[in-house]
T-cell receptor
Framework: DAKTTQPPSMDCAEGRAANLPCNHS???????VYWYRQIHSQGPQYIIHGLKNNETNEMASLIITEDRKSSTLILPHATLRDTAVYYC????????????FGTGTRLTIIP | GAGVSQTPSNKVTEKGKYVELRCDPI?????LYWYRQSLGQGPEFLIYFQGTGAADDSGLPNDRFFAVRPEGSVSTLKIQRTERGDSAVYLC??????????????FGEGSRLTVL
């Protein structure tokens, strides 16, 4: 699986959009971008994934650059409950089942 | 319950003892994963089961670690001759491998192991 690079920490004001960047410059054509988050003392939680088109669900939006070398996870209206470590992971969707986690970005929502 | 269940939630043991950690995945999920997480680190992959068989055990650190899933549902992670360095949170996850949401893993709350 390709490696990803994320900033170790970020702050965001409550109610604002949180934009979390991820670099994955060695991503292969058949690898997807996945985002998970881990709230303190809980297991990781799936957020969203995408291949090359932008994706949106009830939790977040995922913007992937045209060259697919980077992406941004957007939490449109951050709340205190969004304080967590966010992991960006790239992997083949079928066949290679394990997810390889890095150290992620610790996002702190400021009241 | 509807989620992945792990027991015990906390386990304190002495160096050299044997430990078993149990994972009860979401009903119908064919894939099951074990990870461990040390303080300040991301989860580290240990082993992945597809059904009853271990499809990828490349993350098991040494032969003191072993996992089974005899009936393709509940799994047990077994650690022999525990060492202080084994102290971590052990996470279990399951997924419906091969379906439209392949790649979406559902994690349990973890079992915190402390080796004194």
């Amino acid at each position: 699986d390709a490696k990803t690079t994320q900033p170790p920490s970020m702050d965001c004001a409550e109610g604002r959009a949180a934009n979390l960047p991820c670099n994955h410059s060695t991503i292969s054509g058949n690898e997807y971008v996945y985002w998970y988050r881990q709230i303190h003392s809980q297991g990781p939680q799936y957020i969203i994934h995408g291949l090359k088109n932008n994706e949106t669900n009830e939790m977040a939006s995922l913007i992937i650059t045209e060259d697919r070398k980077s992406s941004t996870l957007i939490l449109p209206h951050a709340t205190l409950r969004d304080t967590a470590v966010y992991y960006c992971i790239v992997r083949v969707r079928f066949g290679n089942e394990k997810l390889t986690f890095g150290t992620g970005t610790r996002l702190t929502i400021i009241p | 319950g509807a989620g992945v269940s792990q027991t015990p939630s906390n386990k304190v043991t002495e160096k050299g003892k044997y430990v078993e950690l149990r994972c009860d995945p979401i009903s119908g999920h064919t894939a099951l994963y074990w990870y461990r997480q040390s303080l300040g680190q991301g989860p580290e992959f240990l082993i992945y089961f597809q059904g009853t068989g271990a499809a990828d055990d490349s993350g098991l650190p040494n032969d003191r670690f072993f996992a089974v899933r005899p009936e393709g549902s509940v799994s047990t992670l077994k650690i022999q001759r525990t060492e202080r360095g084994d102290s971590a949170v052990y996470l279990c996850a399951s997924s419906f491998a091969g379906g439209p949401n392949t790649g979406e893993l559902f994690f349990g709350e973890g079992s915190r192991l402390t080796v004194l």
